[in-house]
């Protein structure tokens, strides 16, 4: 049994993690049609939370049905899916890890030929899947903005131990903040304030609705990697401003699903070398020097000793994993064991391709 400082607790805001390991939210391609939550669905949870990990990230539900990225994506947009989002916390805290709902909406990205609606975002701009995205009025903003919270409502109403804003990735809180997407000229467009309001009203609206002891976290991009985009440092002032709004931590990410980004939000290529496993080393580096906020830490983290390292380096307070539990659900309970070979995950998203044939994401490899 190891005693490495992996698995000591965290305490962000009022919620205590058991070790240092974070399930990064992961599209599972198992819910229903409409975003209900699925036996199948569950049955996958089961595994990861087996896994001995600190805390578990919902897959990317969606707040409201014109903000759906994909098919069979999880939603937490209407009351009549509060059953089975209490039963998907319920099987996350089965073996004491902590449950958190993430809270998306795709913007210019969602997927018009499941919504019927055209998609929305803080620009025009081409989506994935060719269809045109038209400027978000105000009125609009502020419906989304409702919309969140009402999501974040129904996430502690079903047992969720916190939530967390998914503002990264090329989806719709993000397209705010990147100027690459947003060229507004009113108050919700300009500079890093300007960009980063939408998101911080998100916060405050979901602060009013879960009140002052229930965490909220937060998804950001270290870099877009697109031209023109939302760089390191926006993300460090934007993090300032989010610290100040309340929010009680944030992961770091980086990439966005469009196809002009110089890396995807899930970059494919297994790393040559151990050091080369943290995409986004020099941003939480920075982060920690300048933000008072607990840092969670993802991107191609594949071997328990550069995990450790994270955390004795005091690079960040938590590590976060996600493809590797796919390949390995019980990835962290054999670190925690003593067996501390790496992942054997490759990193080639081969994974993904029988989710989007309604299968659910699993290792073509094995």
Not at 141 to 148: L, M, R
């Amino acid at each position: 049994m190891t005693t490495s400082p992996l698995f000591t607790p965290l305490a962000i805001g009022s919620m205590t993690l058991k070790n240092r390991f974070v399930r990064s939210a992961t599209w599972e391609g198992l819910a229903g049609d409409d975003g209900s939550v699925t036996e199948r669905l569950c049955g996958l949870i089961d595994n990861v939370a087996a896994g001995e990990l600190g805390m578990i990230i919902s897959g990317h539900a969606f707040v409201s049905r014109e903000g759906q990225a994909g098919p069979w994506q999880l939603g937490i947009y209407d009351d009549r899916l509060a059953a089975g989002l209490t039963e998907l916390a319920t099987r996350m805290k089965r073996h004491g890890s902590a449950a958190v709902a993430q809270l998306a909406h795709a913007g210019g990205q969602a997927a018009q030929m499941l919504t019927g609606t055209q998609p929305v975002g803080p620009s025009p701009m081409t989506g994935r899947s060719g269809a045109a995205a038209r400027e978000m009025t105000v009125a609009e903003i502020t419906q989304t903005v409702e919309a969140f919270a009402r999501a974040a409502t129904r996430a502690r109403t079903a047992g969720f131990d916190a939530v967390q804003l998914h503002g990264a990735h090329g989806f719709l809180l993000s397209q705010f903040l990147s100027p690459h997407f947003n060229r507004r000229t009113d108050g919700y467009g300009g500079d890093v304030a300007g960009r980063a309001r939408f998101l911080l009203e998100t916060v405050a609206a979901v602060r009013a609705a879960v009140g002052p002891g229930y965490p909220i976290l937060a998804k950001i991009n270290a870099d877009d990697f697109l031209d023109d985009g939302f760089n390191v440092d926006h993300m460090i002032e934007t993090c300032r401003m989010l610290q100040d709004a309340s929010l009680d931590a944030v992961e770091l990410s980086g990439g966005t699903v469009a196809d002009e980004s110089r890396y995807s939000s899930v970059r494919t290529g297994e790393p040559a070398r151990p050091e080369e496993e943290v995409y986004y080393r020099k941003a939480a580096e920075r982060f920690k020097k300048e933000v008072g906020l607990p840092l969670i830490l993802v991107g191609g983290i594949r071997s328990f000793d550069v995990a450790e390292r994270i955390i004795t380096d005091g690079l960040a307070d938590a590590v976060a994993v996600s493809r590797p539990l796919i390949v390995e659900p019980g990835l962290v309970a054999r670190w925690k064991s003593g067996d501390h070979g790496p992942s054997t995950c490759l990193s080639c998203n081969q994974c993904f391709e029988p989710g989007m044939m309604g299968e659910g994401i699993r290792c073509v490899l094995e």
